[in-house]
């Protein structure tokens, strides 16, 4: 089976982190030839060059829609004969198209990792129409797309436990940061629009004026200036902020709660990593009661929803797992058992190559 994979970039993401794991299965099995696609060189999985899959860089030069490549993504995939292309992302979907009609080539369409509804992407019906199979990663996301469901289906993100065998210890990671409070709370998410820090931090602030016993993580990169200034200088050691880190498991590990809120008027989530990678470590997880949370998050059992843009709710939510040791860690154990069953890295390759296989017969 020859498989033409095609994404932007591989950055730091989920998606992304996706991508490199269904890879390196797929390369590791040795019944599948792969070849990779992207249309900016930015590459931060550097374990995907010990992979020996062929990488071309078609990058956009002059334009941000850029009708070259059209034909440099047909040059590839007709010198590399694949039998299905597997498309990252809706550009990229539309450059491939042309590709798909005039080689027959069956096409998966990936495109949909969030659950935000945009009626504004470009040809998104042309291109649904084209698309063999259109995956998403939550059933939000193909609601929220409007997805023709007779051709659609849904994989959910898989984790791989390999990731958490080489994490840190809890006394190096505490002294790396500066950690000295009994309890840690951690968000990992950029700095950007979608993602809501003013209701964590918020939330942070309020509980700190009653005690100062838990210190709050921020982790992720982007421009988080206007964030530190909402701290007062007498909590700023209570608040850290991290920046980007790229052994962050091992960040969360330290962590008694891990949260994600979500800014709903630009974003829905789609299965979050970060809430996965908190759930593998034991932790319950509090976040937004929107998009692909719902799927992910059981209500009491591993975790809290909570309403968009609650500081209070999130700060009540923290706190009584904080004080309710017990029920912090039956949840904890609960979202570790979800994860093994439900969100699996073996379960994720096996329903992808049961897509191929329905696809090439």
Not at 187 to 193: C, D, I, R, T
Not at 204 to 230: H, P, Q, T, V, W
Request: a neutral charge.
């Amino acid at each position: 089976m020859r498989i033409l994979f095609f994404t932007e970039n591989l950055r730091a993401g989920g998606k992304e982190r996706r991508i490199i794991e269904l890879l390196k299965n797929l390369k590791s099995s040795g019944d599948v030839e792969i070849e990779l696609v992207l249309t900016k060189n930015l590459i931060h999985y550097e374990e995907i060059y010990g992979l020996n899959i062929p990488i071309h860089i078609i990058e956009r030069k002059f334009l941000k829609k850029d009708p070259r490549l059209f034909f440099k993504f047909f040059k590839i995939a007709k010198a590399f004969k694949p039998d299905i292309i597997h498309v990252w992302g809706h550009m990229v979907a539309v450059y491939a198209v042309p590709t798909k009609l005039l080689l027959g080539v069956p096409l998966v369409n990936n495109e949909i990792v969030d659950s935000t509804q945009n009626t504004r992407l470009i040809g998104k019906n042309i291109v649904f129409t084209v698309s063999d199979r259109i995956i998403a990663n939550t059933y939000a996301g193909l609601k929220a797309y409007d997805a023709p469901m007779e051709k659609s289906g849904v994989i959910y993100n898989g984790f791989s436990f390999d990731r958490l065998k080489h994490i840190g210890t809890a006394e190096e990671v505490r002294e790396r940061f500066g950690v000295k409070s009994p309890f840690v709370v951690g968000m990992v998410a950029s700095f950007l629009n979608y993602k809501d820090y003013a209701t964590y931090i918020k939330a942070a602030l309020m509980i700190l004026k009653n005690r100062r016993d838990i210190s709050f993580l921020c982790i992720g990169d982007g421009d988080d200036s206007e964030y530190k200034k909402m701290v007062p200088d007498d909590l700023k050691s209570n608040v850290l902020f991290l920046g980007r880190q790229s052994k962050v498991e091992s960040i969360m590990n330290i962590c008694d709660i891990g949260v994600l809120t979500t800014n709903i008027n630009f974003h829905g989530e789609g299965i979050s990593n970060a809430l996965m990678e908190f759930m593998s470590l034991g932790k319950p997880a509090i976040t937004t009661n929107f998009g692909g949370s719902v799927e992910l998050i059981d209500e009491d059992e591993t975790g809290f929803l909570i309403e968009a843009f609650n500081p209070a709710q999130l700060a009540e939510k923290i706190t009584y797992l904080i004080d309710h040791e017990q029920e912090r860690h039956r949840m904890g154990q609960n979202a570790h058992r979800v994860v093994e069953k439900k969100f699996s890295l073996d379960n994720m390759v096996r329903l992808f190559r049961e897509e191929y296989a329905n696809l090439l017969k």
